[in-house]
């Protein structure tokens, strides 16, 4: 099952994380992913499924570096 929603707008502008969704994900239903607007309060990187839900990840967390990096190889 896939979490709910933690990216919320900010001023309409710009996307903010307040909180992260904390278990390991499997890396095959995430899409893309983004890193929040330097202005948020919280650095956190919005991963975006397959089925264009977004969700915050802390991007010090092993699992959240090892999905970027699988994202990043593959787009080559």
């Known amino acids: 099952m896939v979490p709910a929603l933690y990216a919320l707008l900010c001023n309409g502008s710009y996307q903010c ?11 095959n239903i995430i899409s893309s992913y983004s890193m929040t607007d330097p202005r948020c309060t919280k650095t956190a990187v919005i991963l975006i499924t397959h089925r264009k839900r977004n969700i915050c990840a802390d991007p010090s967390q092993p699992w959240v570096k090892n999905v970027m990096n699988f994202l990043d190889r593959k787009s080559f």
């Open 17 to 27: 994380c307040y909180k992260f969704f904390r278990l390991p994900m499997n890396k």
